[in-house]
């Protein structure tokens, strides 16, 4: 049968075609549901690091196959969820989900993973008894030695602090940072000293009549330091370093 000149012909209401996704997929009910998020987010917000459900899923719509277009059914949810809700079936999915991703982009990811985290390392740890650091080459071959495997439910920072503890039973490896002295006039001491603290490991602090505390730091925070007390006091508050490689405490659970 023959379609006249003017006829439309549309693509069924219960289709919807995207582009560049990343799928999650889940076997529910003894059926397979997907979801259609953008690429390198779904990890990060496993890991917590993305919180924003926007950044995430391409389309809050649960479907039985992304790639044809095709949508969930409502009773099909209903039978398998308990729920229509599309949202709380979207969370599920993405928690519980598997992330559907080729050999050669799974290598790929897992190799920048690697790279970060003994990049992380580097920056944050020296070599006790030279008071060097270790290059990434270094770190990175330590942690074949180890055969460190990566767990997808951490970010690279908490997954960098699993790696410090590892390497000290095989390496001479300890945390380092900066040591600074940190002067605020008076006038402006209380209401600053709150915004630095929380970056610093306060040693000591004196008033004369001005704040002047000493202590460590990430290095990565001089910068954020100096703006935070530069600015406000039109110049007048300074941070001095006092040494670029301080052992710091291994025992700390965080990276700052």
């Known amino acids: 049968m023959s379609r006249s000149g003017g006829a439309r012909i549309n693509t069924p209401t219960n289709q919807i075609r995207l582009t560049n996704v990343a799928i999650v997929r889940m076997k529910k009910g003894g059926k397979r549901f997907e979801i259609a998020c953008y690429r390198n987010k779904v990890l990060s917000w496993r890991q917590k690091v993305e919180k924003d459900l926007d950044e995430v899923l391409q389309s809050e719509t649960v479907f039985t196959n992304v790639s044809k277009g095709q949508v969930a059914k409502k009773e099909e949810l209903m039978k398998s969820f308990g729920s229509d809700d599309q949202k709380k079936i979207c969370l599920e999915i993405l928690e519980k989900g598997e992330l559907q991703v080729s050999d050669k982009e799974r290598q790929a990811n897992q190799e920048s993973s690697l790279k970060e985290i003994a990049c992380i390392v580097s920056e944050k740890c020296i070599n006790p008894e030279t008071q060097t650091p270790y290059t990434v080459a270094m770190i990175e071959n330590a942690m074949k030695d180890l055969h460190f495997s990566l767990n997808p439910k951490r970010n690279n920072k908490q997954q960098a602090l699993q790696v410090i503890k590892q390497l000290q039973e095989t390496i001479p490896i300890q945390r380092a940072q900066m040591k600074i002295n940190v002067t605020i006039p008076s006038k402006e001491a209380k209401k600053l000293k709150e915004k630095i603290t929380p970056l610093m490991k306060v040693e000591s602090e004196s008033f004369d009549p001005d704040l002047n505390m000493v202590g460590l730091i990430d290095p990565g925070h001089y910068r ?13 508050a300074k941070v001095e370093v006092m040494s670029l490689k301080e052992i710091s405490d291994t025992g700390s659970d965080s990276l700052i």
């Not at 954020?224 to 007048?236: D, Q, S, V």
């Open 224 to 236: 954020t330091i100096e703006e935070l007390i530069i600015g406000p006091t039109k110049g007048r």
